[in-house]
């Protein structure tokens, strides 16, 4: 069943001069931004970050000691242009910076979405590319404080130049992607893996079976503080075995119980029904009807976004986790941590 061909490139893959003398502009300082900018600056790379005048980025940006300008002025100084404003204000960004993209440039994202459903058509002279760490940036950022990797993803999508994989893998180099491990994809398997996973398993799917067991408990009279344990504050516990250790590992230390009653009711829960749910699921993020919704949305001011944003804030699980996270120990230490925080801010 394996579709498996998958190449991994490190460290000895990679060759430093197909960056060295080049300008990156960073476009955006937010989780992705603020970590490839710093990390590119330490790897001996210029970077010069774009933000708007009024941005509330700006002062972090000077404050780490980088170079910032207007998203258009500095596309306009850079060899390399990366893309990394929100996916839903990139195309009115692009429309703003492209007359800045010479012949033999690149256009680099780290995720695929405008590209892969056509909300940014950039001219056939330029590379396009993506490295997208497959991480958020703050680890991005500490993994290479402490001389550490964070796994990224690979992808061409135009190569113009005939260079932009050597470049691709210089610019993961200098972010640190490649200490740990690039793995070559395309825009399409990404955006579309991407979006599935989040939408099916991630956060849609994990989210909806919390739910649901959550209330079938309630509902049968079961009280809402022990649903919330056994139903949402226990999954912390179980997704942790599975990272550390697989499948396996995660049933080798559940009691023996626990592993027969879930491995005969587990596909009775989750069961054919749902397969063919996820199929449909794939289906509208492979023809483009999720990606046409979004944009729609989007242009419309997010309305229905605001209120499933509103309904899952008020959901019952909320209150009762929200209180008892606060009761019990575990957020002890946090606590602690943030009042030693208000004092050396009080002491500043
Ligand atoms: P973000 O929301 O953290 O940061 C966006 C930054 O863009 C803001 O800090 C601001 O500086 C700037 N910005 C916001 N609105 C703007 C506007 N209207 N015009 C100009 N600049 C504006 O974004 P992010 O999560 O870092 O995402 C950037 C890219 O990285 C996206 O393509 C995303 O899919 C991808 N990505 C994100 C993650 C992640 O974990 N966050 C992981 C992999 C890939
Ligand atoms: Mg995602």
Request: aromatic share 4%; net charge negative.
């Given at each position: 069943m394996s579709n498996s061909n998958t190449t991994i490139y490190y460290?000895?893959?990679?060759?430093?001069s197909a960056i060295e003398n080049k300008t990156v502009a960073v476009l955006g300082f937010g989780s992705q931004g603020h970590a490839h900018a710093q990390n590119l600056a330490d790897s001996g790379v210029n970077v010069v970050v774009g933000l708007r005048?009024?941005?509330?980025s700006r002062a972090a940006a000077e404050d780490a000691g980088l170079e910032v300008a207007t998203p258009a002025v500095a596309a306009e100084a850079a060899d390399i242009v990366s893309m990394l404003v929100p996916d839903t204000v990139q195309p009115a960004v692009y429309a703003d910076i492209?007359?800045?993209?010479?012949?033999?440039d690149t256009l680099q994202f780290a995720h695929g979405f405008n590209i892969h459903y056509g909300q940014i058509e950039p001219p056939a002279d330029v590379d396009v590319t993506m490295v997208a760490p497959k991480s958020p940036g703050h680890l991005v950022r500490r993994n290479y404080e402490n001389g550490e990797g964070t796994p990224g993803l690979l992808a061409i999508?135009?190569?113009?130049?005939?260079?932009a994989k050597e470049e691709g893998l210089a610019y993961a180099q200098a972010i640190g992607c490649a200490r740990a491990g690039v793995v070559e994809t395309t825009f399409r398997e990404e955006t579309e893996t991407d979006l599935f996973g989040e939408q099916a398993v991630l956060c849609g799917g994990v989210t909806s079976l919390i739910k649901h067991g959550y209330e079938t408990l309630v509902d049968a009279g079961y009280s809402p503080e022990m649903a919330y344990f056994e139903c949402m504050n226990e999954l912390k516990l179980i997704v942790d075995l599975l990272y550390e250790d697989g499948l396996g590992g995660m049933w080798d230390s559940v009691s023996d119980t626990a592993e027969y009653g879930g491995l005969t009711r587990g596909d009775r829960i989750v069961d054919d029904h749902v397969r063919e749910n996820m199929e449909e699921t794939l289906e509208e993020v492979q023809n483009g009807e999720f990606a046409r919704e979004w944009i729609v949305e989007n242009r419309a001011g997010r309305p229905s976004y605001s209120l499933h944003h509103q309904a899952e804030q008020n959901h019952d699980i909320e209150a009762v986790g929200e209180e008892l996270r606060q009761l019990f120990a575990w957020s002890e230490a946090t606590d602690a941590e943030e009042s030693e925080e208000e004092r050396i801010t009080a002491d500043d």
């Open positions: 460290t000895e893959d990679t060759d430093r005048k009024g941005s509330s492209k007359d800045g993209l010479e012949a033999g999508y135009q190569d113009s130049t005939g260079t």
